[in-house]
């Protein structure tokens, strides 16, 4: 009998080990925002869980821009302000702001905002959209309200924004250079002539001479024809961090953000008040069901916060030359070698990094960022981090102006540089980039 009870007492704790496992697991893997969608869902349905009022006042306290620590002066925080990456979407916002003062222009700019794909384009029907949709809300907008706002906003940067095809995008580029006329305008209705390299017929249609045709094609090839691809799109979703990285003479804290994530305690009065009552079977198994389940979420989070630093510390550690130097200096690094420094299984290294982001002194990164497989040179002692190598093949084409080079060619510019590798990696690493191949970036333009 004493036996029996003894197993039925290590399959209990066994199955309580495994609950406790698998919910430090769920809550390491969720986003700050999917936690607090968790918490929010246990306040709600546990009776014995309260938000701490006094902690919370805390958190946003220091959460507040303006924190009684102001030694910065003005302008060490515009300086700091002007280190953080901007998104194509706030940077858009800022100059809407700035720049129409009319709340009715103001609206139709932001609906304009929202409509801007990820090359910086808005499509021509788009404008009949937003003019049905501020209708529908009681707006007296028109269309040539709407056209009005688009002129004003496709001035503003990067060059070429807001545009509804390629034509107007280089015809916005060109008019900020204040070089566009009749002649650019000829020449950019036959884009497709350009791309085939048909000089003859080009001649004929624009009755340009060749010399001049030639020149403005010159001018056009430097254009950029996806607007927005000098910034990291980033989707209309707002980005926690869930791991806050500063620098200071040339050491770096890291901090887990708490300041976001609910902070709940257990009603202890109501505790005590439900034990003194003679409660049934029922209702002690549903109070006992509560304070495990309470308990189990605070761990989770406490248990999510010690991995996630641990994780990022070894990352850090490892990467710092980049966080200093730039990307030039990102080393090869596998969730493998992580692994190893904390003790973690890789799985749960996967589950640390992915979807978790990093702010720091460079901008905002995912975590799964700074892994990278080590790729052999042959003529460096170390293996280089793909990341660095695409840097590279992607700075050789965007130098390449009229001389486009080859796959072939960029190997034997890398070579130059010490980085010896094969034709077939190069294409690999620039399909990758979504680099066009040599031929059909002859005929880009």
């Known amino acids: ?15 309580s080990i495994n609950l406790q496992m ?3 697991l769920e809550i390491l893997q969720l986003s700050i925002p999917e936690i607090i969608k968790k918490v929010n869902k246990e306040l709600e349905k546990n009776p014995l869980l309260e938000l701490d009022i006094a902690k919370e006042k805390i ?11 102001t030694s910065d002066s003005t302008s060490e925080i515009v300086e700091k302000t002007l280190k953080k990456k901007k998104s194509l979407r706030e940077h858009i916002s800022e100059q809407i702001n700035i720049d129409i003062t009319n709340s009715e222009e103001k609206l139709i700019a932001q609906k304009l905002l929202e409509y801007v794909d990820n090359n910086g384009y808005i ?19 028109t269309i040539a309200l709407i056209e009005k706002v688009l002129r004003k906003v496709q001035e503003f940067d990067p060059p070429g924004i807001f545009a509804r095809d390629l034509s107007e995008c280089i015809e916005i580029q060109l008019r ?81 953000n708490k300041s976001q994530i ?27 069901k509560w304070v495990k389940s309470g308990k189990l979420l605070l761990s989770s989070i406490k248990n999510r916060g010690i991995t996630l630093e641990k994780v990022t510390n070894e990352i850090v550690k490892f990467q710092q030359d980049f966080f200093k130097k730039g990307i030039n200096y990102f080393y090869p690094l596998t969730q493998k070698d992580i692994a190893k420094k904390t003790g973690f299984h890789e799985s749960t290294i996967s589950r640390c990094t992915n979807n978790k982001y990093i702010e720091t002194p460079n901008g905002v990164y995912e975590l799964k960022y700074f ?3 080590g790729i052999d040179v042959k003529d460096k002692a170390k293996l280089l981090s793909n990341k660095i190598i695409k840097n590279k093949i992607l700075n050789i ?15 034997f510019k890398l070579k130059k540089k010490g980085i010896n590798i094969a034709r077939r990696t190069v294409s690999k690493y620039r399909k990758l980039m979504s680099i066009p191949s040599s031929h059909k970036r002859k005929k880009q333009f």
């Open 22 to 24: 698998q919910e430090s």
């Open 59 to 69: 958190n946003l306290y220091k959460s507040n821009i303006i924190q009684n620590n």
């Open 123 to 141: 499509k021509k029907d788009d404008i009949n959209k937003i003019y049905q949709n501020l209708n529908k809300q009681n707006y007296t907008i």
């Open 262 to 288: 609910p902070k709940f305690k257990f009603n202890k009065e109501l505790y005590s008040l439900i034990k003194k009552k003679k409660l049934l079977n029922r209702e002690k198994e549903n109070l006992i």
């Open 1 to 15: 009998m004493k036996l029996k009870n003894n197993l039925e007492i290590n399959q209990s704790q066994k199955l």
């Open 371 to 373: 892994f990278s497989r």
């Open 397 to 411: 084409i965007k130098k390449e102006n009229n001389n486009i080079m080859s796959d072939r060619h960029i190997v």
């Open 176 to 256: 900020q250079k204040k070089i566009f006329n009749s002649k650019y305008h000829f020449l950019i209705k036959n884009l497709e002539l350009i791309a085939k390299k048909d000089m003859n017929i080009l001649l004929k249609k624009t009755r340009l001479k060749k010399n001049e045709i030639v020149k403005m094609i010159d001018n056009i090839k430097i254009l950029n024809p996806k607007p927005a691809n000098v910034f990291d799109f980033q989707p209309n979703v707002s980005i926690v961090p869930d791991i806050i990285l500063s620098q200071n003479k040339g050491s770096f804290k890291l901090e887990v």
